[in-house]
Each structure stands twice: as structure tokens, then as C-alpha cells.
């Protein structure tokens, strides 16, 4: 038999925490055999949680300490003076080697901060990038970055592009995944010159999948591509306005079948379809953002979410361990450093 995956949990990342990561560490433990946690954080609120759980304790071991990482904390401040927290020492435990990957719902910026400056990036990789899934009408397209990096250069979006590229081919399958660049119009005279100029290096460039070329915000929902890439600041825009436009619509949904004994009874024939509908949009079903471009696997979690979306990113982290997802984004950029990366960078893979 295999040895277990270890998973080092921030148990005090969220805003429903710790509550939530127990919870969702129960719930992705019946959905992923074979793993194991070290929840850092305090264990005067961690242990009664887990106790309530005999399958849960049997695989879970709590590492004290009674410092955390807020949400309104500066990502320096958070990697100056954070290094006794449940996030920090949860990354350590990766670099370490007594995990084999770190899932947080905390702060982002301080998640981002101290992993990238613990694990440190991959060779030819100068940032990391924050990608996870978006629902399409064509199923399922991955989109980065999504909050990492507010302000790219070209050489940073080629790079996101190789990554986007290799992450659809791991978790989607996709032998040849198409890459698009988010841009204000399709022509190519349109838009930031950094990305003008990022385009004109994929067009020359042998990778991993197929660049489309530019597409807009309307081909995101549409699946016109597969790999979605984009600067960290328009991302989250992006992202925050589709899980909006989500939720505004599940409540026009909600008030039309309440309005009325007919609505209530055309929600009761079509209950069934909706269930499938709820389920193809819920936002659980895609928590889970991998931070890509780092020596060691670290997903960060929706921090508002609840326990079956926390498990979701559990499941992403355990997935892309179990692929070596890091090893053939090495395999890749050492294929192709020579189009792709400076001479400086590529002799150092």
C-alpha cells in the first residue's frame, strides 16, 4: 500500500474557521482515501471539533500555536512578523517535507507572500500566478491569474500561458488546450501594450496547446478557449463579477417561483432541473485555487465558503499532488526554455 498523502491545514484561515476546515477535512476525507492532516492553528478550539469525528482524529494530528494571520493584514507585515502562525507553519510543514501540500482560506496576499518566499518559484518562473476553474457552456475553462499579480509584464503572461496550458492538460486532460488573451477586443491592434507584445511571443512560440489569440470578456462563459489568461487585477474582477452575477440570478430564480401558487407549482414539476442547475453553478464546486509557478503544491481556499467547498479545495491539492502536476511544468519549461525564457533564465534550469 501506498503511504498517505499528508495535508497541512491552516485551520485558522476563513471566516468560518476553524469550524469549516474541520468540517470540510471530514467531508474531503470520505472523498479522498489514503490521506492524513496537521492542522496548525489553536487546539483549545481545533480538538473538540475534530473529536466529534472518530475517523477524522484517527488521521489528524494538531500542532499548536496561538497565532493567526487576519484578513486585513498587510502581506509584509504578515511575512515579517507572521512566522509563528497557523499559515506560516502550515507552509513550512510543505518546504519541510512533512506534507505534501498546504491548503489555507486565509488572507490571500499573506498566503502568497510567505509561500512564494518559502517554497520559493519554479526555475524560469519569476511570479506565481493564482488559477482555478470557471463553468462554460462548453464545460469547464481554466482562468489565471486571479489576484496574484495586479500588474503583469509580457514575459509574465507567457508564462502563465505555459502554466495555464499544462494545468488543463493534468486536471482537464486536454491534450492540446486552446489559450486565449483577455483583451478589450479580438483585433490586434487593440489593447495594453504588454499584452500586445505577450501575444506576438505566443504566436511564435511551441508549447503546450494552441494560442487562440486575443478573446473578451463574453468568451469566458462561452469556453471559447480552455486556458483563460490575464493580469491578477483584471482576474479578480472577472472572478468576483461572475460569482455576483451568480448569486444575483439564483435570487431572481428564488423570487420568480415564490411569487405565486402557479410559480411555486412550475418549480415543483422542474425541481429536478434545477438541482442540476444549482449544481453546475455552485461556486463550491470550483473552490480551490492552486498557486502555480511554486516548488511545492499550495491551494487557497474561497475564505467565505463552507465545508463542501473547503473539501473541494482539499480534493484540488491531493489531485494535483497525485499528478505531479509541478514535475511536467518542469518537464516543460526545460522543453521549451529556449523560445520561451532569457538565456540567463533557461541555463538555469
Known sequence: MNAPLTIALDAMGGDFAPDMVVAGAERA??????????????????????????????????????????????????????????????????SDG????????????????????????LPGIDRPAIASFFPTLRGETVMLDLGANIECGPEHLVQFALMGAVFARTVLGLQEP??????????EVKGREAVKLAAAQLRETTFPGRFHGFIEGNDIAAGTVDVVVT??????????????????????????????????????????????????TDPRRYNGAMFLGLQGVCVKSHGGTDAVGFANAICVAVDLVKQGFNDRIREELARLRAPLLPESKAAAI
Open 178 to 187: 486552446s489559450v486565449g488573451l483577455l483583451n478589450i477586443g479580438a483585433e
Open 98 to 121: 512533512r506534507a505534501h501540500c498546504v491548503v489555507s482560506a486565509g488572507n490571500t496576499g499573506a498566503l502568497m507572500a510567505m509561500a512564494k518566499f518559502v517554497l520559493k518559484t
Open 231 to 280: 493580469d491578477g487585477f483584471t482576474g479578480n474582477v472577472a472572478l468576483k463579477t461572475a460569482e455576483g452575477t451568480a448569486k444575483l440570478y439564483s435570487e431572481f430564480l428564488r423570487r420568480t417561483f415564490s411569487a405565486s401558487i402557479m410559480a411555486r407549482l412550475g418549480y415543483l414539476l422542474a425541481r429536478n432541473s434545477f438541482k442540476k442547475l444549482r449544481k453546475r
Open 29 to 94: 476525507r470520505e472523498r479522498c482515501p489514503d490521506i492524513d492532516y496537521l492542522f496548525f492553528g489553536d487546539e483549545g478550539r481545533i480538538a473538540p471539533l475534530i473529536d466529534r469525528h472518530k475517523g477524522l482524529k484517527a488521521i489528524s494530528r494538531i500542532l499548536h500555536t496561538a497565532e493567526s494571520v487576519s484578513n486585513e493584514t498587510k502581506p509584509s507585515v504578515a511575512l515579517r512578523s507572521g512566522r509563528g502562525s497557523s499559515m506560516r507553519l502550515a507552509i513550512d510543514a510543505v
